[in-house]
Structures are given as C-alpha cells and as structure tokens.
C-alpha cells in the first residue's frame, strides 16, 4: 500500500513528456526537483505519528486558566462586598480586609485555591484550615458563613482607636483565662479536678486563634461509650452595651497564682490596672443557646452586675424551651400541659406530662439566653458554675421531651417544678394501683439527690439506687426504666418466709364478708424501708391506695 501511493505521487508530482519539451528547459528541471521534495516531505509525515500544535494548546490553557482566575476573583469579591469588608488584588493573590483582619488568599494558575491566610491587627498572618477547606471544594456559600462568623468576631462597637482598644483588652482577658488554667481546683474529696467540660475552673479552654474565637466547653452530656456526648461552648468576645464599663488594658490575674477559700482565682481589682472606659463589655456567647429560669438569671446579675437588656427577657413557660430548636415561643394558652411520647429502646415507651397550671407561676417561667455579659475574669469561672447547674437541670428535664408524636401509653408520667433546683415526678408503682412520688434535687451540676415515696408505704431506700442511675444517664425515662426493671425483678424472685409475698394479704376483720372484699396492698421487698413523714411536695389527698382518700 505504501508502495503504491509512492507510485501514485511520483506519478502526480513528475513532468509530462510535454512539459519536458517545454520551450523554459532551465525552468522545468528545478520545478520538478520541488515537486519531488514537497512529496518526499509529504510521505515523511505519514511515516511519523502526528504531534499536537504545542504552542495552540498552551496558548488556548492560559486563556482558559485566565478565565477561571478571573472568576475565582469575582467571586471573593462579592463575598467580601456581602460581609461589609473591602477587595484587592495583586497578581495571584486576593486581599479581603477590615479594620481589626485581613485575610490573604493565595490562587493557583488554574483558578483554584492554595492557602487562605488571617491576619489579625498587629499580627502575622496564619493558615486557616476552616478557611480553605470550603474554597477547595469551591463552596463559596459555606465560605462566606465562615467568614460571617469571623467578621463577628471582630466586629466591637465604636470608631477606629476604640475597636482597637477592645481588642487589646481582649487579648488581656484572654491571657488571663490561660493562666487561671494553671491553677488546680481542689473538688469536694480533696481531689484535683481535671480540666474537662464539667470540671476545673474553666472546664476545657480552647486557644483562640486569629480564625476563631477564643472558646470555653463547660458542660457535657455522658454517652454510651463512657465519653462526652453533645457539649455546651461558650465564645469570648465583645458586645456593645448602653451602658459605659470599666475594661481591663493590662492583666489583672498576676503571679503569684492563688485560689480564694471559696476555690476560685484570687485577681486584681479592674482598677488596680490599667483600664478604659468603654460602651461595651466581655460576654460569653452561649453555643447553642440555654435555657435560664429566673432565679438562675438573678444568680447571673449578682455575680457580673451588668444588667441584661429587656430585649433579650423574652420569658415563658420553662418546659416550652427545653427541646431542640425551640425559639421561646410563648403560647398563647398559658394553661396548656405539655406532652411528650419518649421512645425507649426495647422497652414501653413513657408519656411525660408538664401541667401547665404548675409551670405557669412567674417563679418557675424561663427565657432562652445566648449572651452572658461580664466585665472581667473573675467573673468567669463563677458564671460557669450557675451555668453548669442550669445545664444539669435542663438536661434532666430535656430528656422528659422527645419530637416524637404522641401516644397513648400505659407508662405515664407527670412533671412539676419543686423549689428552684429541683423537680417532682409522679407516676403508678408498677403492679399495683398505688400512686408514687420521685423527688430529684440538683443542689449543683454534681450532686443529684432522689427520694422515693409510695403511697401507703412512706420513703423507699430505692432512693440512692435512683440516684445513682440518674446522676451516671443524666435521663429521667432511662433512671425509671431501670426502676421498673428493679421492681420487676424483685417481684419475680421466689419469696420465703422473710420477704413480702407477691399476692397482697387480707386484712383480719371481725366481719368475714368484709374481709374477702378488703385488702391492704403491700409491694413486693424491693427496698422499702419505714415511713417518715411525707415531705411537704407529698398531698395526702392523692398519696394513698388507688387514689382514694
């Protein structure tokens, strides 16, 4: 074949006898000669694999790259034109700036992102993972959220030198809350409490960085592989206030380092340091928002003396915010019980009923709080103590609620407010038509204290059991669960001689038909120990058999 076309294109490219004779010879022969090198040339490249324009495809990837550069641009600009920050470039660089941060974003020839740098006032810049990570993947929505986030951080009432200012006494505070780290506080056994969410003085301090705020994790739930579940944050920053507060410009937490009798830091009066006043102070802003009843808020005031803004007072029935989402909406039926259907794994589900009759009293009404403003840091480890407890109330009354639908079940449990750390159950003692009364007490976020009654019986020594299986689940339906299994069992084991049979005894009358229609129901030996005087939460009128007075 490769043959044949040679043969063809000499045949093409060589002279007729005519042309030969043409009456130009000296042009003929050099003609020819081209002719026959343009076809050698010709049947070199088929010979060879083709090679691709070089410089086309070069030139066609640098305007594309171009473009997507281009693209990358306008699109951080019009992120930073959304959070309020100004836009520059510079070559393969972009700068987003604000009065207190810049952040520098390095581009790749191909319009992607190699490094996001922040750059706090007075700083070097620093990488931000949180930063880059969204830019990578291009998502410029998640990039702008993060970047909200960071705006928010520096964003402190008051012109330039003010801003600048609140943030040197930022750092301040900060310095502070690192050393107050050092100090070990001695628990209720003597023993030196470890720095977790719901230990130590400050729980588990999270450095700030120039990308983040400086972050407190104060309290934890338990999960079931004996480590922490969800966990309760605080942010430390700066909030504006109508109010001028005298704000630390040195620290005020000096070597020696010492705790006072009551266990917290000893510190310097804000006036024994350098100060400003500012129309502004420090608050730790909750994440995510927590629930205060009002006695809880009186406590907040009385350690910060910073009042709290009526705006942020939106009050209502406490149990109206304790599930997951809940914006503090008030019912307009003030009266109305609160239901919940919680499911339990492989076991009855429970029906927790809040009265609303009960909950209704201005004492025992709640308001959702994501600020807590104070003026220094020895007001901190004090605020996440009353903290800490408000959690610990709020997790055992949470765990009553479930976004379940409601149904109607054979467990049925009613809940009430009972003084202002504490909270009653009711519900039926299982086996029998007798009424029973747990009393939980949370004198603080590590004592949880439980006392048992039944009707026609008294107090239970079950209450310390209770307790235990409460303080360890933080959950109400899991502690009565593992009651009820208890009972259950303890009402299943054969009886002898010295414990109570499981079939109530008739009573001795002097009228045998009165007796075979009279008897005293007594529960199966389960820890029930003597009567001591119902306690003043117990209404004889409804503690006795069947609901009989």
Request: aromatic share 8%; charged share 20%; with cysteine.
């Amino acid at each position: 074949m490769h043959g044949a076309c040679q043969a063809i294109l000499r045949s093409q490219f060589s002279l007729t006898p005519c042309q030969s004779k043409c009456v130009f010879p000296h042009v003929a022969q050099p003609f020819q000669r081209c002719r026959l090198q343009a076809a050698a040339a010709f049947l070199s490249s088929q010979e060879q694999p083709r090679q691709p324009p070089l410089p086309s495809l070069e030139r066609l990837q640098e305007a594309f790259n171009g473009s997507c550069v281009y693209t990358t641009r306008c699109r951080l600009e019009a992120v930073a034109k959304e959070q309020g920050m100004g836009f520059h470039f510079s070559e393969a660089t972009c700068y987003l700036t604000a009065e207190l941060f810049y952040l520098e974003v390095a581009l790749l020839p191909c319009g992607g992102v190699d490094d996001v740098k922040v750059a706090p006032h007075g700083g070097a810049p620093v990488s931000s993972e949180s930063l880059l990570r969204p830019l990578s993947s291009k998502d410029f929505a998640e990039f702008s959220a993060e970047l909200r986030d960071l705006v928010s951080q520096y964003d402190f009432p008051g012109e330039n030198q003010v801003k600048f200012n609140l943030f040197t006494a930022l750092q301040h505070l900060a310095k502070d809350m690192r050393a107050m780290l050092q100090l070990a506080r001695a628990g209720n056994d003597g023993s030196p409490r470890t720095d977790t969410p719901n230990d130590g003085l400050l729980g588990c301090l999270i450095a700030g960085e120039a990308d983040r705020p400086l972050t407190v994790q104060f309290y934890a739930l338990p999960s079931a592989d004996a480590n922490f579940g969800e966990t309760q944050a605080a942010q430390v920053a700066v909030v504006s206030s109508d109010v001028m507060h005298k704000l630390q410009m040195a620290p005020v937490v000096q070597p020696p380092l010492r705790l006072d009798p009551e266990g917290f830091p000893v510190s310097s009066s804000t006036s024994e340091v350098p100060h400003e006043m500012f129309p502004a102070c420090f608050a730790l802003r909750l994440r995510p928002a927590v629930p205060v009843l009002t006695t809880f808020v009186d406590k907040i005031k009385q350690i910060t003396d910073v009042a709290v803004p009526d705006v942020e007072l939106q009050w209502a029935q406490f149990p109206t915010l304790l599930p997951r989402g809940s914006k503090g909406f008030q019912s307009p039926e003030e009266h109305q019980d609160r239901i919940f259907t919680v499911p339990l794994p492989g076991d009855t589900p429970h029906v927790y009923v809040f009265p609303g009759a009960a909950w209704n009293a201005a004492r025992h009404a709640g308001t959702l709080t994501d600020c807590v403003r104070f003026t220094g840091p020895a007001h901190v480890p004090r605020l996440l103590e009353v903290l800490r407890h408000q959690c610990a109330i709020n997790a055992l009354l949470r765990s009553c609620t479930s976004p379940a639908p409601v149904s109607d079940c054979e467990r049925r449990f009613e809940v009430r407010p009972e003084g202002d750390d504490g909270f009653s159950v009711t519900f039926q003692w299982p086996n029998t038509d007798s009424l029973a009364l747990l009393l939980v007490n949370i004198p603080d976020s590590h004592q949880i204290t439980c006392r048992l009654y039944v009707a026609g019986i008294g107090e239970s020594s079950l209450g310390e059991f209770v307790s235990a299986v409460m303080k360890r689940s933080m959950s109400v339906p899991v502690t009565l669960q593992m009651l009820y299994g208890k009972i259950e069992s303890a009402a299943a084991a054969p009886a002898d001689s010295e414990k109570v049979p499981s079939t109530p005894p008739r009573v001795a009358t002097d009228d045998p038909s009165s007796a075979s229609q009279t008897s005293a129901r007594r529960l199966p030996d389960v820890g029930v120990g003597p009567a001591p005087d119902a306690p003043a939460a117990v209404s004889p009128d409804w503690l006795t058999t069947n609901g009989q007075p």
